[in-house]
């Protein structure tokens, strides 16, 4: 019995070092930086925005499975006040290939034209819970 009790314990490590990936995105608006992280999802439409300053949202979809679907989604709106109106979105696929990991958007600039705001951002794959 210690093998299997090894052998689970393996196991449960290898899980919860997947669920520990993860994608971080450094934003910079109005002389502020704020990161923000996102694990895989498996409803996608449920994963909410995350407020950028007072004006905009940002929000990481990122599906790992089914294969077919799998990628990385990135949305950034304006928050108006007649609801949330998209600016920008960027698709990457998932797996990432590896010399991409550490910055695979660049830096992205996001314009918003009534109020003349900036929105940089740029995004990172972490893998487990060391990085």
């Not at 290898?14 to 930086?33: E, F, K």
């Not at 407020?51 to 294969?67: E, N, Y």
């Not at 990628?71 to 991409?100: C, F, M, W």
Request: aromatic share 12%; net charge negative; charged share 20%.
């Amino acid at each position: 019995m210690p093998g299997a009790k090894l052998l689970a314990g393996l196991l449960a490590f290898g899980c919860a070092s997947a669920h520990a990936d993860r994608i971080v995105c450094h934003l910079n608006y109005g002389g502020m930086t704020q990161e923000i992280e996102a694990r895989p999802s498996a409803s996608p439409y449920l994963v909410a925005p995350s407020p950028v300053g007072t004006f905009f949202l940002f929000r990481i979809v990122w599906r790992d499975t089914p294969t077919d679907l799998a990628g990385i989604k990135l949305y950034t709106y304006a928050n108006r006040d007649e609801g949330p109106a998209i600016l920008h979105q960027a698709s990457y696929p998932y797996p990432l290939p590896v010399e991409r990991h550490d910055d695979f958007t660049g830096e992205q600039r996001i314009y918003e034209p009534i109020r003349d705001s900036e929105l940089a951002y740029r995004c990172a794959f972490r893998q487990g819970t060391n990085q």
